[in-house]
Every structure is written in structure tokens, then in C-alpha cells.
């Protein structure tokens, strides 16, 4: 099963594939869809959307796994913000009949690290051992994408947990 995490973010959209064989995981791709912040957000946004729809075509994921968005801003602006970045790659996800699932950031840092507020670095390192990596992922939107498909890896291994998270 190949498995696309998504990082959302107006700046940098993180992404990261892997493909699951059994108890194997490898890394097919990994990077960060940018936008610039100069732009208008009807620019902005269409960047992030067609960026992520080459990626999805390209990288043709049984899958994609979002960061669900955290409810308890301190400025709702940027969550207003994050809403429209959401929307777009869910746009695009769905517009190529890829499948979502959504994880609370607490939820992928556990499944990966096993401590839900595990710190960056923890992260980093998790990643790179898991999928056998000469180096730590960069950047770390990358990073966080690919803790998340990694996440929905280790549901592949429990169909209880799988069953029960649909």
C-alpha cells in the first residue's frame, strides 16, 4: 500500500509517500509544495492545490493521511487560513478518488514516537529509523507528513485499530 501524509500549511505543505509491504516501510518521495507569501490567497492557494495534485498524480497513493486542524487557536485568523489550505488539498485529494483519513497531531507523534507530545527532533530521528534514512527528513513539514503516513502504516498492522479509527 502506498500512503501519502500531508502536512497543511500556507507557506510550505509538507508531503511524504511511503509504501507499506507487510512489515517493510519505504520511503517513495518527500518534500514540500511553497507558495509565496508576496502572493494574493486565490494565488497562493491555487499554487498549494496544483502542486499537490502533481504530487498525488505522480506519486498515485492508495491513500492520504492530513494533520486534523487544532481547534483552540490563539488567532483565529490563522486558523481561518489553515481552513482554506485544508480545503484546497482535500479538493485535491478527493478530486483524484484518493481516500482520506485525519489524525490529531497527538495521535501521529504517539503512533510514531510513542509519546503524544513528543518534541521535533524525537520526531525527526523516529522517521529517519524507521525508514531507514542516512539522515534526518527535511524540512520538518516533510518531516511531519511523513510521521503522519507512518501513523496510518502502523494501522495496516492492527485491523482492530484500523476498524476502529473508521
Do not use: W
Not at 507499506?20 to 511553497?34: Q, T, W, Y
Not at 495534485?53 to 491513500?63: F, G, K, N, Y
Not at 489553515?82 to 483524484?96: E, I, K, P, S
Amino acid at each position: 500500500m502506498r500512503i501519502c501524509g500531508v502536512d497543511p500549511g500556507l507557506q510550505r505543505t509538507g508531503y511524504g509517500v511511503v509504501e507499506v509491504d507487510g512489515s517493510r516501510m519505504a520511503l517513495v518521495n518527500a518534500g514540500v509544495v511553497r507558495s509565496l507569501s508576496s502572493a494574493a490567497l486565490a494565488e497562493r492557494l491555487r499554487t498549494i492545490h496544483a502542486g499537490m495534485i502533481h504530487v498525488l498524480q505522480t506519486s498515485r497513493p492508495d491513500l492520504a493521511v492530513f494533520e486534523a486542524l487544532y481547534s483552540h487557536y490563539t488567532h483565529p485568523e490563522t486558523a481561518i487560513l489553515m481552513g482554506h489550505v485544508r480545503g484546497v488539498l482535500l479538493l485535491a485529494a478527493g478530486a483524484l478518488g484518493i481516500p482520506v483519513a485525519e489524525y490529531s497531531a497527538t495521535h501521529i507523534k504517539k503512533a510514531v514516537t510513542g509519546r503524544g507530545h513528543a518534541t521535533k527532533p524525537q520526531i525527526q530521528r523516529m522517521v529517519q529509523m524507521l525508514l531507514n534514512l542516512p539522515a534526518p527528513p527535511e524540512p520538518d513539514d516533510a518531516t511531519d507528513a511523513l510521521a503522519g503516513a507512518i501513523a496510518y502504516a502502523h494501522t495496516l498492522r492492527a485491523p482492530a485499530l484500523q476498524a476502529a479509527l473508521q
